[in-house]
């Protein structure tokens, strides 16, 4: 069991990159959210978000004692926090159904909210466990959410 979960946690294996692989595993969700993201209706996406989270807390302890607290090749968390950062925001420019503006704006603004840890951020890291790897980068996702929100808003699609 604890070999899936580090296989799931690494993103099956991705987090092992040697430079930025959070950064790798978020645009790697940025890629499959651009082939899933138009073909799916609110509701089935929003499970989908809910699911990513719920896999990434289940998967993340595990592999912490296998890898150690918070490891550089955990990477689940980000493909969670990118699924939030998108989640419900509507498309952002041009009304094209493959949302690559919107997304490489997610990407962008979830990196950014994820390095700076900007208040609540920080802190959630402290939490034990799963908790303080996970949630941290679904407020990331919550604060790149909602700036997409008001961006979606300021130039909303044509």
Known sequence: MRGLAVLLATGLGLGYLPI???????????????????RLAFPAFVALTLGAIGLALLVCGPAEKSLGHDAHPIVMDEV?????????????????????????LA????????IWKPFPVGQAQRLPGTFGV??????????????????????PAT
């Open 20 to 38: 930025a692989p959070a950064t790798w595993a978020s645009g790697a969700t940025t890629v499959l959210l651009l082939a899933i993201l138009p």
């Open 107 to 114: 990407f962008t603004l979830f990196r950014v909210f994820d």
């Open 80 to 104: 969670a926090g990118m699924f939030v950062a998108v989640c419900g925001v509507p498309a952002i420019g041009h009304a094209h159904p493959s949302h690559a503006i919107t997304l490489g």
């Open 134 to 155: 996970v949630i941290d980068d679904v407020l990331a996702g919550v604060y790149a959410n909602l700036a997409l929100q008001i961006l979606a808003r300021a130039w």
